[in-house]
């Protein structure tokens, strides 16, 4: 196609995932409020639910990642993203007229696999563009998604003022409309000379790990990523239920909250990591990331001042710099031969993390919130993130032999 003729199908790319993205930032402000008016519980019991409604959503992008783009191979990239722009429309319907926690449920499993896409839009991207652009329009994939996640939580917040269903019919609106704007603008780029066969072993979601036994220099780094990444999904596991708890804070003023955090971490890894990594290096970028969570969970934990935490959230992305300096570290480590192994070693790890912080959080919150608990703190969680940093500083400082001397500078 030529550059014209690309403009309409890479909008439609771009707008089906910041749809994805706003997927997962929409429910967060009015999750609350929804589960405990299906399930008719109080708010610690709700985020136990929730967890376990995160969780399924993160488990099915996880499973299904791989295997919708081996679809993408066979079927072509149009029908398999159209099809999951109807799947996510009617899946966004049937949220707002849930009656029920296990609907819920049913729908999260199935909005996880709608979500499930950016490997096909990814995929289509790199069949429409010249080798000379790919890594621009790469780079537009990465922003689309940071832009929902800014916006996400905003609007979820903001209909969320209308009731906590208002924002899934916004959403289920949208998607739909993408879907006519892809109907009438999207080409079949996969073409009998590309098109493959399904192959099961490509579609294995478990396959990345593998790669960890070929990179013993690594794991330590891996397992410290693990623990860090379980820790940073504090945010979206129980932003929402801790803030309405601790603040009675509104599903309005929760996707303020949540949107200020998310402009504040694409600030700080799009633009102010270049200032740390060129003053500090990478290994001390680390150890400033590392601390200065370990402060900011403990303040967040303690500090019960609305306005205190408002003007925080911000400046909590300030220490978001762990993660770019651990890949940088890992990508020295790693052989030039090894550095598609070592992406999905690392896309596999943080996968995991997100399936399992949103269970463990939840349930912490609800352990020291529920009436009759020993102790009422709901900032529990977050004493657990700050010793989980202590734990991550550990790891880094225990490095030991061939993978040590790789990771200085």
Do not use: H
């Not at 790319?13 to 994805?20: A, C, G, K, P, R």
């Not at 072993?201 to 790669?211: C, H, V």
């Amino acid at each position: 196609m030529t550059e014209p003729q690309n403009r309409l199908p890479i909008l439609f790319i771009v707008i089906t995932l910041v749809l994805d993205a706003i997927g997962i930032g929409l429910i967060l402000p009015v999750m609350p409020d929804l589960i405990q008016d299906v399930e008719g519980v109080g708010l610690s019991d709700a985020a136990v639910w929730g967890g376990i409604l995160a969780t399924s959503f993160a488990v099915m992008q996880f499973l299904c990642g791989p295997l919708i783009g081996n679809l993408s191979d066979r079927f072509g990239r149009r029908p398999v993203l159209l099809v999951s722009l109807a799947t996510m429309a009617l899946d966004y319907v049937v949220m707002a007229l849930a009656g029920s926690i296990w609907l819920l449920l049913v729908a999260r499993i199935v909005g996880g696999v709608t979500a499930s896409t950016q490997a096909t839009a990814s995929a289509f991207i790199a069949d429409i563009s010249r080798p000379e652009d790919k890594a621009a329009r790469f780079g537009m994939v990465g922003a689309s998604f940071g832009i929902g996640f800014v916006i996400g939580p905003l609007i979820g917040g903001f209909l969320g003022e209308l009731g906590p269903r208002a924002p899934f019919w916004a959403a289920a609106a949208l998607a739909t409309a993408n879907l006519a704007f892809g109907y009438f603008v999207l080409p079949e780029t996969v073409t009998d000379r590309i098109r493959r066969p399904l192959d099961w072993r490509r579609a294995n979601p478990l396959g990345a790990f593998r790669a960890m036994g070929r990179l013993p220099g690594v794991r330590p780094l891996l397992g410290l990523f693990f623990l860090y990444e379980f820790a940073m999904f504090i945010y979206p596991a129980i932003w929402a239920y801790f803030t309405q708890f601790r603040f009675g804070w509104s599903a309005g003023m929760i996707g303020i909250s949540l949107a200020l955090f998310g402009v504040g971490v694409a600030a700080v890894q799009g633009g102010l990591i270049r200032v740390y990594l060129r003053v500090l290096g990478e290994r001390n970028t680390v150890w400033f990331g590392l601390a200065y969570n370990f402060c900011a969970f403990l303040a967040i934990g303690f500090v019960d001042n609305s306005t205190a935490v408002l003007l925080m959230t911000p400046l909590i992305a300030l220490g978001a710099v762990v993660t770019p300096g651990l890949q940088a570290l890992m990508s020295k480590a790693a052989g030039d031969n090894q550095q598609g192994e070592l992406q999905g070693a690392v896309s596999s790890t943080r996968s995991v993390a997100m399936v399992l912080s949103p269970l463990v959080m939840t349930q912490i919150f609800a352990a020291f919130t529920r009436e009759g608990s020993p102790a009422i703190l709901p900032g529990a969680p977050f004493v657990l993130a700050a010793a989980l940093m202590l734990l991550c500083a550990v790891v880094f400082a225990a490095r030991r032999g061939g993978a040590q001397a790789a990771y200085r500078q």
